[in-house]
């Protein structure tokens, strides 16, 4: 089982963020945090890096659900998308595969939950 789901379109790196916000939007996904990579590792350390952010995405439903079986879930949350440019205008796109992530919990009550948001972030990657 791969840790993740992936795809790679065309367009400007904002466009490809903006298109990844809405179809998460689209199966219930907010976005809690943001991060640039690039930006934080040319402050940090200086170095140069492509275009690489990683979105916080969260159900709040289902979050809600997950942490009402397994408190310490709360480690895995929110479900991490990434969206990277490795050429002029082609980005990839890439969410974690809670089915994946979720084999190190032993809890059967996750197990339904996880199923179902791995098929909302798979939509999420095919429509774009």
Do not use: W
Not at 28 to 34: A, K, S, V
Not at 73 to 99: D, F, H, K, S, Y
Not at 103 to 110: E, G, I, S
Request: hydrophobic share 45%; proline share 3%.
């Amino acid at each position: 089982m791969n840790y993740y789901f992936n795809k790679t379109i065309n367009g400007t790196f904002e466009e490809v963020i903006d298109r990844v916000t809405q179809a998460l939007k689209e199966e219930g996904f907010g976005i809690l945090t943001e991060i640039d990579i690039k930006e934080t590792l040319k402050k940090k350390l200086d170095v140069d890096f492509k275009k690489y952010r990683i979105l916080g995405a969260c159900n709040p439903p289902y979050a809600h659900k997950a942490l009402l079986a397994e408190d310490k879930v709360g480690t895995m949350l929110p479900c991490n998308v990434i969206v990277q440019e490795v050429a002029a205008r082609v980005i990839e796109v890439a969410a974690v595969n809670p089915m994946s992530s979720m084999q190190a919990v032993d809890n059967d009550a996750l197990k339904g939950i996880a199923q179902e948001i791995t098929l909302k972030l798979e939509n999420v990657i095919e429509k774009l």
